[in-house]
């Protein structure tokens, strides 16, 4: 499976992006996804995924009620709605796919190239 992260960029504080990430070269709908995130200088860190057909979302606990996880299966693409976006919301993003559900990192096989976001104070 390859992985096409987009979306990211240049943002202020309090501002709003989506990432996407467009999925090919298998079947989506068997993957659950998510994404990850690293700061500079820091480890990954899970930020949200979500199961097979959508009905079941995960979220890191201090990221919730400003990010939103979603997939379109017709599009084989899956969104992070980033709201309220703050200075430490800065890092890479990577969009993930994996056979199994989980917050683990280790649990998924496929990654994407990342995505830049930064946001200024």
């Known amino acids: 499976v390859q992985l096409q992260a987009s979306g990211g960029g240049l943002v202020q504080a309090g501002d709003s992006l989506r990432l996407s990430c467009a999925a090919s070269?298998?079947?989506?709908?068997?993957?659950?996804m998510g994404w990850f995130r690293q700061a500079p200088g820091k480890g990954r860190e899970f930020v949200a995924a979500?199961?097979?057909?959508?009905?079941?979302?995960y979220y890191e606990d201090s990221l919730k009620g400003r990010f939103t996880i979603s997939r379109a299966n017709a599009k084989n693409t899956v969104y992070l709605q980033m709201n309220d976006l703050k200075p430490e919301d800065t890092a890479v993003y990577y969009c993930v796919a994996s056979l199994v559900y989980s917050t683990d990192p280790e649990k998924y096989d496929y990654w994407g190239q990342g995505t830049q976001v930064t946001v200024s104070s």
């Open positions: 979500v199961n097979w057909g959508g009905s079941s979302t």
């Open positions: 070269g298998g079947t989506f709908g068997s993957y659950a």
